[in-house]
């Protein structure tokens, strides 16, 4: 039974930084002629209304796209992913949010292959429809992404960024995040792997950021460095339940990801923070 739908949460705080990364990662592999292959072991939907009955729930899209729509301050890199989300309004106003495949096939070539793992039956079936314009260079598979990533690694054209952001409301996440990651850099040590981690008052979560750098860090092939960076907007509540923040690790970023984060976060604290506590961390390897 799958409880989790991301539908609650697009467009929150944790979205912005997720797809500001992913979105920056994806602009910069583009960059090359050389086609490459994206896999969303996690991917959601693809797209989710602001105005349904779920997003309207908790109103998260208004602790982070929201606050950033109409701003006319924004670094570069802000500037770029609010610009998609605009492309993927029509130009209109904010009233659907792209989840990462879409994030994804704005940005790719048309023959740049994205693979895409979800496991709602719903959000698999909107997902479904919503890339079937990539025709062969778009696969939607209804199975676990956790055990399908080995069988896509190393991608035929030598180039690829995975995305690994799972609901975490399964402990067994955490561990299978960590196993996961040392797989496909078994596989495919250059890879450029993206994992989205909350921030919550637990040790699984107050760990994983670490151990997935260890992992990178001890990997056997040419790994090529590591960054964690996370952003913190509010406090847990006094029972320590609640998303405080959350945390993007990249291993292989991209040469000026770090740059481009050390420019971003500080405003994303600014603009995003909730509590005066609210704080950036950037950790690069
Ligand atoms: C955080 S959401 C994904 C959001 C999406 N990546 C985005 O950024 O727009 C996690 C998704 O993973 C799905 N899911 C949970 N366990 C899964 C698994 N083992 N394999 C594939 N999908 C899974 C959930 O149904 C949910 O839609």
């Given at each position: 039974?799958?409880?989790?739908?991301?539908?609650?949460?697009?467009?929150?705080?944790?979205?912005?930084?997720?797809?500001?990364?992913?979105a920056?990662?994806l602009?910069?592999?583009?960059?090359?002629?050389?086609?490459?292959?994206?896999?969303?072991?996690?991917?959601?939907?693809?797209?989710?209304?602001?105005?349904?009955?779920?997003?309207?729930?908790?109103a998260?899209?208004?602790?982070?796209?929201?606050?950033?729509?109409?701003?006319?301050?924004?670094?570069p890199?802000?500037?770029?992913?609010?610009?998609?989300?605009?492309?993927?309004?029509?130009?209109?106003?904010?009233?659907?949010?792209?989840?990462?495949?879409?994030?994804?096939?704005?940005?790719?070539?048309?023959?740049?292959?994205?693979?895409?793992?979800?496991?709602?039956?719903?959000?698999?079936?909107?997902?479904?429809?919503?890339?079937?314009?990539?025709?062969?260079?778009?696969?939607?598979?209804?199975?676990?992404?956790?055990?399908a990533?080995?069988?896509?690694?190393?991608?035929?054209?030598r180039?690829?960024v995975?995305?690994?952001?799972?609901?975490?409301?399964?402990?067994?996440d955490?561990?299978?995040?960590?196993?996961?990651?040392?797989?496909?850099?078994?596989?495919?040590?250059?890879?450029?792997?993206?994992?989205?981690?909350?921030?919550?008052a637990?040790?699984?979560?107050?760990?994983?950021?670490?151990?997935?750098?260890?992992a990178?860090?001890?990997?056997?092939?040419?790994?090529?460095?590591?960054?964690?960076?996370?952003?913190?907007?509010?406090?847990?509540?006094?029972?320590?339940?609640?998303?405080?923040?959350?945390?993007?690790?990249?291993?292989?970023?991209?040469?000026?990801?770090?740059?481009?984060?050390?420019?971003?976060?500080?405003?994303?604290?600014?603009?995003?923070?909730?509590f005066a506590?609210?704080?950036?961390?950037?950790?690069?390897k």
């Amino acid at each position: 039974m799958l409880a989790y739908r991301h539908a609650f949460h697009a467009g929150n705080h944790a979205d912005v930084l997720k797809h500001l990364v992913f979105a920056e990662v994806l602009r910069h592999m583009a960059a090359k002629d050389k086609p490459f292959t994206v896999v969303d072991t996690h991917a959601g939907a693809g797209g989710y209304s602001l105005e349904s009955r779920y997003a309207q729930k908790n109103a998260e899209a208004a602790t982070g796209i929201e606050r950033l729509w109409t701003r006319d301050d924004l670094p570069p890199a802000l500037a770029r992913y609010v610009a998609l989300v605009r492309e993927f309004n029509g130009g209109g106003p904010l009233e659907q949010y792209p989840g990462s495949p879409a994030i994804a096939h704005l940005q790719l070539r048309p023959t740049d292959p994205l693979h895409c793992f979800e496991l709602h039956p719903t959000d698999e079936r909107i997902l479904r429809a919503y890339l079937g314009a990539r025709g062969p260079h778009g696969k939607v598979a209804h199975s676990d992404g956790f055990a399908a990533l080995a069988h896509e690694l190393p991608p035929p054209s030598r180039r690829g960024v995975v995305l690994i952001d799972p609901p975490y409301e399964l402990k067994a996440d955490y561990a299978r995040t960590l196993a996961a990651v040392r797989e496909a850099l078994t596989r495919f040590a250059t890879g450029v792997v993206l994992v989205w981690v909350p921030q919550l008052a637990t040790v699984d979560s107050r760990e994983l950021p670490r151990r997935l750098l260890n992992a990178a860090a001890s990997a056997t092939g040419a790994t090529k460095g590591a960054l964690h960076a996370r952003l913190t907007v509010t406090e847990t509540d006094a029972r320590g339940f609640g998303l405080a923040g959350s945390s993007m690790v990249v291993i292989n970023p991209p040469h000026g990801l770090a740059d481009t984060l050390r420019e971003v976060l500080p405003y994303l604290v600014k603009v995003l923070g909730q509590f005066a506590g609210a704080s950036h961390l950037l950790d690069v390897k």
